[in-house]
């Protein structure tokens, strides 16, 4: 079959991290920095990649069963991988960005046989895309690869899933940015520790009246443009997980998280799962970064 080489995107969890399981919303952008494609590489002798052979065989299990819910050319993928497809991505593995969704992504858009409707159905590719994704993570929630496939900010919510606008901010001083922790780390186990916690119900009430609407404001000042707001809710969601979720902050970085807090030069969230990969941070002023971050990866993904 001829690949259509097109380029699908990582995807960040700007805010609802934990908290959009307990019913809060939760906002997902892509990520253009990082992306993935389908391709046969040059080197013919590269062989069979094995990650694609087992999600094939995944992938025609479920048709056996009529479980897929939709149709897929399950034939000529086992074919293309067996004739040395690869999926060639820049997206760092176990760091919270979306390295399996945009290769679902990809593969759906390749190989499923969609009708004009599923195709424009939201609901319906999240459904279709947790049953992918979960080959590789146990469960999924089809988030991740939606963000890739659409390639559209998402408002994941209690019953609402939408596309929606990010608004222009102007280039200033001012930054949401991603810290690059420099380890990766798996979200499964993180999950199920906070699933966990949340079987106390004195941590299940802070979640759901406390962090919950946090984090809701944060996304409706995000998608306002007001940062000022923004900054004071961050602040709060930074303290709300310095507090609470301290076995999903790094080590190395624990120190820094409370000194922006108590300094108010920046503030610093989890990004998705935590324990590595990213960590999101908002300042007023770059220039105020600690000198310890200068040896970290730091790039800005909103100015204002």
């Given at each position: 079959?001829?690949?259509?080489?097109?380029?699908?995107?990582?995807?960040?969890?700007?805010?609802?991290?934990?908290?959009?399981?307990?019913?809060?919303?939760?906002?997902?952008?892509?990520?253009?920095l990082?992306?993935?494609?389908?391709?046969?590489?040059?080197?013919?002798?590269?062989?069979?990649?094995?990650?694609?052979?087992?999600?094939?065989?995944?992938?025609?299990?479920?048709?056996?069963?009529?479980?897929?819910?939709?149709?897929?050319?399950?034939?000529?993928?086992?074919?293309?991988?067996?004739?040395?497809?690869?999926?060639?991505?820049?997206?760092?593995?176990g760091?919270?960005?979306?390295?399996?969704?945009?290769?679902?992504?990809?593969?759906?858009?390749?190989y499923?046989?969609?009708?004009e409707?599923q195709?424009?159905?939201?609901?319906?590719?999240?459904?279709?895309?947790?049953?992918?994704?979960?080959?590789?993570?146990?469960?999924?929630?089809g988030?991740?690869?939606?963000?890739?496939?659409?390639?559209?900010?998402?408002i994941?919510?209690?019953?609402?899933?939408?596309?929606?606008?990010?608004?222009?901010?102007?280039?200033g001083?001012?930054a949401?940015?991603?810290?690059?922790?420099?380890?990766?780390?798996?979200?499964?186990?993180?999950?199920?520790?906070?699933?966990?916690?949340?079987?106390?119900?004195?941590?299940?009430?802070?979640?759901?009246?406390v962090?919950?609407?946090?984090?809701?404001?944060?996304?409706?000042?995000?998608?306002?443009?007001?940062?000022?707001?923004?900054?004071?809710?961050?602040?709060?969601?930074s303290?709300?997980?310095?507090?609470?979720?301290?076995?999903?902050?790094?080590?190395?970085?624990s120190?820094?998280?409370?000194?922006?807090?108590?300094?108010?030069?920046?503030?610093?969230?989890?990004?998705?799962?935590?324990?590595?990969?990213?960590?999101?941070?908002?300042?007023?002023?770059?220039?105020?970064?600690?000198?310890?971050?200068?040896?970290?990866?730091?790039?800005?993904?909103?100015?204002?």
């Open positions: 079959m001829l690949i259509n080489e097109q380029s699908f995107s990582a995807k960040i969890l700007l805010f609802g991290e934990y908290s959009v399981i307990r019913k809060s919303n939760a906002l997902a952008i892509p990520y253009s990082f992306d993935g494609k389908l391709v046969f590489p040059k080197d013919k002798a590269s062989g069979v990649d094995n990650e694609l052979n087992t999600f094939s065989q995944y992938i025609k299990r479920l048709i056996d069963l009529k479980e897929l819910g939709f149709d897929f050319d399950v034939n000529s993928f086992g074919f293309d991988v067996s004739s040395g497809l690869i999926f060639d991505s820049s997206i760092p593995q760091y919270g960005v979306g390295s399996s969704g945009a290769l679902c992504a990809a593969i759906l858009a390749q499923g046989k969609l009708s409707k195709q424009q159905d939201i609901s319906f590719l999240k459904k279709t895309f947790s049953v992918l994704e979960s080959h590789f993570h146990g469960s999924s929630s988030v991740d690869p939606l963000i890739s496939y659409l390639n559209s900010p998402i994941i919510g209690d019953g609402d899933l939408r596309k929606v606008e990010i608004p222009e901010y102007k280039n001083n001012g949401i940015f991603l810290l690059n922790t420099g380890r990766s780390r798996r979200t499964e186990p993180l999950v199920n520790l906070f699933l966990e916690k949340c079987s106390s119900k004195d941590f299940a009430y802070l979640c759901d009246r962090l919950s609407p946090i984090s809701n404001k944060c996304i409706e000042n995000f998608l306002s443009g007001d940062t000022d707001s923004l900054l004071k809710n961050y602040k709060e969601l303290t709300f997980q310095f507090e609470h979720f301290s076995a999903m902050i790094p080590k190395l970085y120190k820094l998280w409370e000194d922006g807090i108590e300094s108010g030069d920046y503030y610093l969230k989890l990004c998705g799962a935590g324990g590595g990969g990213f960590i999101l941070g908002i300042t007023k002023d770059l220039n105020k970064l600690p000198k310890e971050f200068s040896s970290q990866e730091v790039r800005p993904l909103f100015r204002f």
